[in-house]
C-alpha cells in the first residue's frame, strides 16, 4: 500500500462538531449520572423521574441538531438551486442574444 492509501484509512470521519456535541452529550450524562448517586432521592419514583427528565433534554438537543442539519441542507439546495436556474437563465439569454445576432446578420446577407 501506498502512503496516501494508509492516509486515506486513518482519516478521520468524525467532523469536529460532531465531536464537540457528542462530548457535550456525554458530559451531560456523566453529571445526570454523579447528580443521581450522590443525592439523596426520598422515593425511587423521584430518582426515576430525575433520570426520565435527563433523557428528555438529551431527546430535546438531538431534536435541536438535526432540526439544524436539516435546515441548513434545505438551505443548501435553495442556493443550488437559484444558481442553476441562474446558469439556465443566463444560458437561455446568450441563446437569444446568439439568435439575435444571426437573425440580423442573415438580414444584412440579404441586404
Same mark, same amino acid.
Request: charged residues 30%; negative net charge; aromatic residues 6%.
Given at each position: 500500500?501506498?502512503?496516501?492509501?494508509?492516509?486515506?484509512?486513518i +482519516?478521520?470521519?468524525t467532523?469536529?462538531q /460532531?465531536l464537540q456535541?457528542?462530548?457535550?452529550v456525554?458530559s451531560?450524562?456523566?453529571? /445526570?449520572?454523579?447528580?443521581v448517586?450522590?443525592?439523596?432521592?426520598?422515593l425511587?419514583?423521584?430518582?426515576?423521574?430525575?433520570?426520565?427528565?435527563a433523557l428528555? $433534554?438529551? @431527546?430535546?438537543?438531538?431534536? /435541536?441538531?438535526?432540526?439544524e442539519? $436539516?435546515? @441548513?441542507?434545505?438551505? +443548501?439546495?435553495?442556493? &443550488?438551486?437559484?444558481?442553476?436556474?441562474?446558469?439556465?437563465?443566463?444560458? $437561455? /439569454?446568450?441563446?437569444?442574444?446568439?439568435?439575435?445576432?444571426?437573425?440580423?446578420?442573415?438580414? &444584412?446577407?440579404?441586404q
Amino acid at each position: 500500500m501506498k502512503k496516501e492509501d494508509f492516509i486515506e484509512l486513518i +482519516m478521520p470521519v468524525t467532523s469536529r462538531q /460532531a465531536l464537540q456535541q457528542t462530548s457535550q452529550v456525554k458530559s451531560f450524562v456523566d453529571n /445526570a449520572l454523579r447528580e443521581v448517586a450522590c443525592n439523596q432521592f426520598d422515593l425511587e419514583s423521584e430518582k426515576i423521574r430525575y433520570l426520565v427528565d435527563a433523557l428528555h $433534554s438529551i @431527546r430535546d438537543f438531538t431534536i /435541536a441538531l438535526t432540526t439544524e442539519n $436539516s435546515l @441548513r441542507v434545505s438551505l +443548501m439546495q435553495q442556493f &443550488e438551486s437559484i444558481e442553476r436556474e441562474i446558469d439556465l437563465g443566463n444560458d $437561455s /439569454a446568450l441563446q437569444e442574444e446568439n439568435k439575435q445576432q444571426k437573425t440580423e446578420e442573415s438580414l &444584412e446577407q440579404d441586404q
